[in-house]
């Protein structure tokens, strides 16, 4: 059974840097996949991206392209975020996950965190 547990959320200024970190434990098989989705207030669940554990195969979302990084550290068993030149679209609760391949659909997890709360105000 996998675990997870998100950290790390806040409230930035548009065009501020925040850094999500999450933390991974149980077994994650070859073909598992830790991901990161977001979720607005009265909107459906996000794609942000998403890294193969047992790799460095990521993947992003078109609205998170060139602002956010996805990094693995295997050693410490986390999955960190770093969401870079943040706008007030950002804010959502987010979400770590693992997906069995390489999947933006929400509903192939496996897996959930709790969520973290990201803000950013104007």
């Known amino acids: 059974q996998v675990h997870l547990v998100e950290s790390g959320g806040g409230l930035v200024q548009a065009g501020g840097s925040l850094r999500l970190s999450c933390v991974v434990s149980?077994?994650?098989?070859?073909?598992?996949?830790v991901g990161w989705f977001r979720q607005a207030p009265d909107k459906e669940r996000e794609f942000a991206a998403t890294i193969r554990w047992s790799a460095g195969d990521t993947a992003y979302g078109d609205s998170v392209k060139g602002r956010f990084t996805i990094v693995k550290d295997n050693a410490k068993n986390t999955v960190d975020l770093q969401m870079n030149n943040l706008n007030p679209e950002d804010t959502a609760v987010y979400y770590c996950a693992v997906t069995v391949g390489l999947t933006t659909t929400s509903k192939s997890a496996v897996a959930w965190g709790r969520g973290t709360q990201v803000t950013v105000s104007s």
């Open positions: 149980g077994v994650l098989y070859n073909n598992y996949y």
